[in-house]
C-alpha cells in the first residue's frame, strides 16, 4: 500500500517534469539548488549501494550454481566460494553492463527480466500444484505465527524489504529519455509494482507454506540457511528442478536489477553534472550514441571500489533502504507542493484523492524510515556520514558553479520561481524623474515578472522653523511615482508603490527593506551621489538583501541596450545576482555580452589562452550560447575597461569583497562610477546568514587554497582590475567568490 501510495505520487510528478535525475530534478525544480544537490548526492549513493547488493547477489548465486555444477561431475575446490571468486564475478557483471549501457540506452537487459518472469511464473505453478495437494490444517500450521516477529518485526522487515520494490522509481530517473513520457511513465511505473507484487508475494506465500518440512517453519530454515533459503525451499516441493530454477531466477533478476541501479545512478550523475553540481566532465554525452560515457564509467568504477572495500553489506544494504523511504517521502513533499503551486497541469498523471495521497504515502514513508533509523544506527551513521561529505565537496568545490548556474535558469525561466514558490520584492528608492524608466526597467529585468517590485518614494521631513513645520510639497513625488507606474505598466509590468516621511533617506532605506523582507534593493547612484561613501558601505553591508546601483546617463533605457560588457577577474567571479541578471535581460531578447578581463602585459600567449578558457566557462554559466570573452593586456586596468566600454550600451560588475565578506566602495568603482561612458551596473550579492556562520573557517581554506592558485603562473593575475584594500588578513581580489 506504502508502494502504490508512493508510485502515484512519483507519476504525477516525473510525468509534469519528465527530465533524467528523479527524485534529484524534483528537489531542483520544486525546492532548491541546495536542496537538490543534498537529494542526488544520497539518491546517487543509494542506487550505487543497491548496485553493489545485486552484484555480489550475482555472484554470490553464480559462484553457488559453478559449486553445485562442478560437485556434480567431481568434488569441487573450496575457492569457488572464496571472497576472490565473489569480487571477480561481481566486478566483472558491472563492467560488462557498463560498457553494454555506453553502447546502447539502457544497456539491453531486457532478455533478463524477460527470463526471470518466465522462471517465476514456472515457480509460481509448481508452488499453487504442491499447494493445493498439501493438506489446508499443514498449510495452516506452516505458517502459524504469520508474524513471527511481532508488529516491530512487521515494521523493521518493511524498513529493510522495501529495496525490493524499489524499481518504479527508476523509470523516473530516466525521464528524459522516454518517449510520451505524460502516458508512459505512469504506466510504466503502475505495471512495474504491479508485477513485481504479483511475482513476490505469491511465491513468498508458496516457499513459507510448502517450502517447508513439517514441524519446521520459514524461519527457522532462513535463520539455518539465510543465503539459499529460497532455493532450498523451492527443491522441497519441486524438487531438483526447483532448485535449479530460483539459481536460474535469481541470477536473471540480480543482473536486471544491478543494470537498472547502475542506469539510474549514471541519469542521477547526469543530471547534477549538468547543473554543476557535480564535476561538468560527468555531464559528457557520446555524440552518436548519446549515453552519458563518463557518468557511466564513473558510477561503476564506484560500484566496483565499494565492492572491493565493504566486506559485509548488510549495513550498507539498510543505508540504501533508508536512503529510498527518505527520497520517497521527499517526493511525496514535492508532488504536494507541486500541484498546489499548479506545476502538475496539462495532460499528465494526476493522483487521486488529493492531498491524501501525498500526505498519507509521505508520513508512512517518513515513520519507515525513522523507524529504521532507530533499529538499525549503522545505517543511520553511514547516510549521515555520507551526507557530511558531500556537504563539505558542494560547499568547496561546487556551490559557486551550481548557483551561478541556478540563477541564469531563473532568470531565462522565471516560472521556476513559482514553482519554488517564492515571490519576493525588488525595493526600488526614486527620486529623479530623469532616471525612472531606467530604474523601473531594470527593476522588472530582476523581477522577471514573476517577483514583485516596490517603488519607494521618500518625502523628506521640512525642519521646524521658529516652532512651525513648512508646508509638504508632494506634487514632485506625485510626478515621480505616476511616471515610474506608468512606464512599467506600459511594459507589461504591475509594481507597487510606497510614499514614506523620514529625515535620513538611508535609514528609511534600510528599514523599508528589512520590514518587507526585499530580496533585492536597486538604488540609483545619480539620485544619492550627495551622500557619503562610507554610509552607502554602511547601507550596503547592513541591509539583508542583493544590492544593485546603477549609474546611467539621462537618455539611457534597457529597451534599446543591444552591447553588454561584463568585466571579470578570473574563474572565481561567480556573481549570481548578475548571472540572473543577465539572462534575464537576454531572455526577451538577443543582445551581445562581452566578457572582459585585463592581464599584466607581460602575460604571454599561453596563460591569456588559459585565463581565456577559463572565463569561457563562466560566461556559459551565465548566459549560455550568446557571449564572448575578451582578454585585453594593459598596465591600467580601469582605463582599460573604461575603454572598451565605450563601445557598449552598459556595463555589470561586481562590487569588491574584503575583510569578512565586507563589500567596499574602492578607487576602481568610484572611478568607474565617474568616468564610463556608458550605464554602469554594480551589483552585491547577499549570502545566506547561516553561511555567514562558517566565514572564519572558510576564510581560512580560502587564504590557504588562495597562496596555491598564487603559484601557478598567469592564472592568478586576473584579479588586477578591482582596486585592492587592505583588511586585516590578506588581500582577496575578485577571484575570490564573493
Known amino acids: 500500500m506504502v508502494a502504490f501510495l508512493t508510485a502515484m505520487s512519483f507519476a504525477e510528478i516525473s510525468s509534469a517534469f519528465p527530465e533524467n535525475g528523479g527524485a534529484y530534478t524534483f528537489a531542483k525544480n520544486i525546492l532548491s539548488v541546495r536542496a537538490a544537490f543534498a537529494t542526488g548526492w544520497i539518491l546517487w549513493s543509494a542506487y550505487i549501494v543497491a548496485g553493489v547488493l545485486y552484484a555480489l547477489g550475482f555472484a554470490s548465486f553464480a559462484s553457488l550454481s559453478i559449486y553445485s555444477i562442478w560437485d556434480l561431475i567431481g568434488s569441487a575446490p573450496d575457492w569457488l566460494h572464496g571472497r576472490h571468486t565473489s569480487l571477480l564475478l561481481a566486478s566483472l557483471a558491472t563492467v560488462v553492463y557498463a560498457y553494454s549501457q555506453a553502447r546502447k540506452t539502457g544497456g539491453g537487459a531486457g532478455w533478463a527480466t524477460t527470463g526471470k518472469v518466465i522462471v517465476f511464473g514456472i515457480l509460481l505453478v509448481a508452488g499453487l500444484a504442491a499447494l493445493l495437494r498439501q493438506d489446508i490444517g499443514t498449510t495452516t500450521a506452516n505458517v502459524t505465527p504469520f508474524f513471527d516477529g511481532g508488529s516491530g518485526g512487521v515494521l523493521m522487515a518493511m524498513g529493510f524489504t522495501f529495496i525490493a520494490l524499489q524499481g518504479f522509481d527508476l523509470i523516473a530517473a530516466v525521464g528524459g529519455e522516454v518517449k510520451r513520457p505524460s502516458y508512459t511513465i505512469p504506466r510504466a511505473m503502475f505495471l512495474s509494482l504491479g508485477c513485481a507484487l504479483a511475482i513476490y508475494l505469491p511465491l513468498l506465500f508458496m516457499v513459507a507454506s510448502v517450502g517447508v518440512v513439517p514441524g519446521e517453519s520459514i524461519s527457522a530454515l532462513a535463520a539455518a540457511r539465510p543465503e539459499s533459503v529460497i532455493p532450498l525451499a523451492a527443491e522441497r516441493f519441486m524438487g531438483p528442478a526447483g532448485y535449479w530454477l530460483v539459481l536460474v531466477a535469481a541470477l536473471l533478476s540480480t543482473l536486471s536489477a544491478l543494470n537498472a541501479n547502475l542506469l539510474a545512478a549514471s541519469r542521477i550523475a547526469l543530471a547534477m553534472a549538468q547543473d554543476r553540481t557535480l564535476p561538468a566532465v560527468l555531464g559528457d554525452v557520446h555524440i552518436e550514441r548519446r549515453t552519458p560515457v563518463v557518468a557511466i564509467y564513473a558510477t561503476a568504477l564506484t560500484l566496483i571500489a565499494i565492492v572491493f572495500m565493504v566486506p559485509n553489506l548488510t549495513d550498507a544494504g539498510a543505508a540504501a533502504s533508508l536512503i529510498f523511504l527518505v527520497s520517497f517521502a521527499l517526493t511525496h513533499f514535492t508532488g504536494y507542493l507541486a500541484r498546489k503551486r499548479g506545476g502538475t497541469t496539462g495532460d499528465c498523471y494526476r493522483t487521486p484523492w488529493f492531498p491524501m495521497v501525498p500526505i498519507v504515502g509521505g508520513l508512512a514513508c517518513t515513520g519507515l524510515a525513522v523507524f529504521q533509523g532507530i533499529v538499525s544506527p549503522d545505517a543511520t551513521g553511514i547516510v549521515m556520514l555520507w551526507l557530511a561529505l558531500g556537504v563539505m565537496l558542494y560547499w568547496s568545490l561546487f556551490a559557486r558553479r551550481a548557483e551561478i548556474g541556478d540563477a541564469a535558469s531563473e532568470g531565462f525561466d522565471p516560472s521556476i520561481l513559482s514553482m519554488r514558490g517564492r515571490s519576493p520584492l525588488v525595493l526600488v528608492p526614486i527620486a529623479n524623474p530623469k532616471h525612472v524608466q531606467a530604474m523601473t526597467e531594470v527593476a522588472n529585468a530582476l523581477a522577471r515578472n514573476v517577483w514583485r517590485v516596490l517603488l ?283
Open 456 to 738: 519607494l518614494s521618500i518625502v523628506p521631513i521640512p525642519e521646524e522653523r521658529n516652532g512651525e513645520s513648512e508646508p509638504i510639497d508632494l506634487r514632485a513625488t506625485e510626478s515621480v511615482i505616476t511616471n515610474a507606474m506608468r512606464s512599467s505598466y506600459a511594459s507589461g509590468d504591475l509594481p507597487e508603490a510606497l510614499i514614506t516621511f523620514a529625515r535620513a533617506p538611508l535609514d528609511e532605506i534600510r528599514r523599508v527593506a528589512e520590514g518587507h523582507q526585499c530580496q533585492t534593493l536597486l538604488l540609483g547612484l545619480g539620485d544619492i551621489e550627495h551622500i557619503r561613501e562610507s554610509e552607502l558601505e554602511s547601507l550596503l553591508n547592513d541591509v539583508d538583501a542583493d544590492v544593485a546601483f546603477m549609474r546611467t546617463q539621462d537618455e539611457w533605457t534597457l529597451a534599446a541596450t543591444q552591447k553588454i560588457l561584463v568585466p571579470v577577474g578570473g574563474l572565481g567571479d561567480q556573481h549570481e545576482l548578475r548571472a540572473r541578471l543577465l539572462s534575464s535581460v537576454c531572455r526577451s531578447s538577443k543582445r551581445d555580452v562581452t566578457f572582459v578581463t585585463v592581464l599584466s602585459p607581460e602575460a604571454t600567449e599561453a596563460e591569456a589562452e588559459r585565463v581565456r578558457r577559463d572565463i569561457s566557462k563562466l560566461a556559459d554559466l551565465k548566459v549560455p550560447g550568446i557571449s564572448t570573452v575578451n582578454v585585453i593586456r594593459a598596465k591600467d586596468a580601469t582605463a582599460a575597461i573604461i575603454e572598451e566600454a565605450e563601445e557598449h550600451d552598459l556595463m555589470v560588475l561586481g562590487l569588491q569583497s574584503v575583510g569578512r565578506g565586507r563589500k567596499v566602495f574602492g578607487d576602481f568603482v568610484l572611478r568607474i562610477a565617474r568616468e564610463a561612458p556608458c550605464a554602469t551596473i554594480f551589483l552585491s550579492r547577499q549570502r545566506p546568514k547561516g553561511f555567514q556562520l562558517l566565514d572564519p573557517l572558510r576564510d581560512e581554506i580560502v587564504d590557504s587554497l588562495r597562496n596555491a592558485w598564487a603559484q601557478s603562473p598567469g592564472l592568478g593575475r586576473g584579479d588586477q582590475h578591482e582596486e585592492r584594500v587592505a583588511p586585516e588578513r590578506p588581500t582577496r581580489g575578485t577571484n575570490e567568490p564573493d
